[in-house]
Each structure stands twice: as structure tokens, then as C-alpha cells.
């Protein structure tokens, strides 16, 4: 049973426009939420996180929304760069818990 | 290095072999986490040590895999007999503190398992 969901496998956007990866998860109990970027043959990287008693947490031209209701939370990117095409990981977890739960990922690809 | 550091990036079994994963932490990170990453789907947790305490097997997929951490900082992960379900991208993680949430995740850049 697949906890955190991305449901678009892929994502194409023009350089310069704004990149918005989504995700959606059906854990209540999930208090914070991180985005991993992976390049191929390079294990996940850490790009942004969320804890649930935020809805909006911004790092230069990364910004991750928080909808708790909806159990929703968006990536956005921008301006795109060609540099940002990679598979990008929404994640999960609980506060105690050891483990993250991750989705299945979307890959982005930034046209110049 | 100052990374996670995995060995072997690349194994091939035949079905039926035993197999070795070695993971490198971040020197002092405490907490270790293996992960299998099946072809198109995300890392899915395998177990978690805490030094050299295994704290979490939970996801270990059946009593063919085993993990130690002996002295608390390289881990080894073995599958036994492998079988060809088996086969994926094997990710060590690890992080300063112990059993944090709010604590990032390093991870290695994996060791691919193909079983024939």
C-alpha cells in the first residue's frame, strides 16, 4: 500500500518557466515531508523539507507547499534550469519513526 | 571522501548465490538506514541501526536478508540465496543523530543487484 503517491512520472518544462511537482499521501500521521533530488547513478539528494506545523517553507528558487487537509504537498521550481532535470522524490515521515516513506518519483526534464 | 560510500556499485548473481552490500557512513553518523529501490518505484526502507544496535528490521522483505553493523559505523547488508525478485538498487543512508525525523538523510549512490 503506497503511502505517498506522485502521480505524474514525468514532467517537461521550458527553461526559465516555473517546474511544480506534486504529491499526495494518505498517512495522517505524517509530520514532515522532504523533497530528494537523484541524478542517474548517484544516490537521492536532499533538497527541501516541511514540517506539518508549516505550509510554506521557501530556499532560494525552491519553495514546497503544504496543504494538510488535502494531504497534498507541491514542489515548485523557479525559474527552471536545464541543471534541475533529474528525478525528484516526494518523502514522509513521522516524528519517532525510523524510516522514510517515499514516493515513486517524477522526472523532471528542463528544456533550454 | 566525505560521503556515503557504497561497495559494490555494480553485482550481478546467479540465483541461488550469497551476496555482500558494504556501506561507508559519514564518519560520526549515528544512525544508518538501508533502502530497496525496485526499478521505477521509490527507496522502500529495509532496516535501521542506531550505532551499532539494529534498532529496526521491519522491512527486511524474509529471513534471507541480514544486516550488521558490528562497531557501529560500516554496515554490511547480505542476501542469502538470492532469487531474482531480489534484484534492485540497494541505497545506504545516514544521519548525524539518532532517530531524529528532523534530521537529513546522506545517502550512498547504491549498489545495483541483478540476479539471473
Known amino acids: 500500500d503506497q503511502q505517498v503517491k506522485q502521480n505524474s512520472p514525468s514532467l517537461s518544462v521550458q527553461e526559465g518557466r516555473i517546474s511544480i511537482l506534486n504529491c499526495d499521501y494518505t498517512?495522517?500521521?505524517?509530520?514532515?515531508f522532504l523533497w530528494y533530488k537523484k541524478y542517474p547513478a548517484e544516490g537521492p539528494t536532499f533538497l527541501i523539507s516541511?514540517?506539518?506545523?508549516?505550509d510554506k517553507n521557501e530556499d532560494g528558487r525552491f519553495t514546497v507547499f503544504l496543504n494538510k487537509s488535502a494531504k497534498h504537498l507541491s514542489l515548485h521550481i523557479v525559474p527552471s534550469q536545464p541543471g534541475d532535470s533529474a528525478v525528484y522524490f516526494c518523502?514522509?515521515?513521522?516524528?519517532?519513526?525510523?524510516?522514510?516513506?517515499f514516493g515513486t518519483g517524477t522526472r523532471l526534464t528542463v528544456i533550454p | 571522501g566525505a560521503g556515503v560510500s557504497q561497495s559494490p556499485r555494480y553485482k550481478v548473481a546467479k540465483r541461488g548465490q550469497d551476496v555482500a552490500l558494504r556501506c561507508d557512513p559519514i564518519?560520526?553518523?549515528?544512525?544508518l538506514f538501508w533502502y530497496q529501490q525496485a526499478l521505477g518505484q521509490g527507496p522502500e526502507f529495509l532496516t535501521y541501526?542506531?550505532?551499532?544496535?539494529?534498532?529496526?528490521k521491519s522491512g527486511l522483505p524474509s529471513d534471507r536478508f541480514f544486516a550488521e553493523r558490528p562497531e557501529g559505523s560500516v554496515s554490511t547488508l547480505k542476501i542469502q540465496r538470492t532469487q531474482q525478485e531480489d534484484s534492485a538498487v540497494y541505497l545506504c543512508?545516514?544521519?548525524?543523530?539518532?532517530?531524529?525525523?528532523?534530521?537529513?538523510?546522506?545517502f550512498g549512490p547504491g549498489t545495483r543487484l541483478t540476479v539471473l
Open positions: 564518519s560520526g553518523h549515528v544512525s
Open positions: 518523502a514522509a515521515s513521522e516524528t519517532g519513526a525510523n524510516n522514510l516513506f
Open positions: 498517512n495522517s500521521m505524517f509530520d514532515y
Open positions: 543512508a545516514s544521519s548525524l543523530e539518532p532517530r531524529d525525523t528532523y534530521n537529513e538523510q546522506f
Open positions: 516541511i514540517s506539518s506545523i508549516k
Open positions: 541501526f542506531q550505532n551499532e544496535a539494529q534498532l529496526d
